[in-house]
């Protein structure tokens, strides 16, 4: 089973969402290899942005749309991505 790990950090309301990132980024150091996080979220409690490591994306959303970026936090429940693959046919 893989391991699918997360590192969050929270700001107070307004704050600057870009150092908050690099501020979590600094943690990494102090990490194992091994023990790197596959996401990163900064959170100002209003504004959220998830970072998917493993797939270089940024997702950046307000509380208020939070349901309608449900999907990007799938990891949590151990859902798999999904690709889109076309087929040729004939």
């Known amino acids: 089973m893989t391991v699918v790990s997360i590192l969050v ?3 107070s309301k307004g704050k600057d969402l870009d150092k908050a990132y690099s501020q979590a980024l600094d943690y990494f150091s ?4 091994r023990d790197l996080p596959n996401y990163v979220i900064v959170s100002d409690f209003e504004n959220f942005r998830l970072y998917d490591l493993d797939e ?3 997702h950046d959303f307000n509380i208020n749309d939070f349901y309608k970026n449900i999907k990007f936090f799938g990891f949590i429940a151990r859902y798999q991505k999904r690709r889109s693959c076309k087929h040729k046919s004939g």
Do not use: F, T, V, Y
């Not at 102090?30 to 290899?33: A, I």
């Open 56 to 58: 270089d994306q940024e």
């Open 9 to 11: 950090e929270h700001k």
């Open 30 to 33: 102090g990490l194992k290899e």
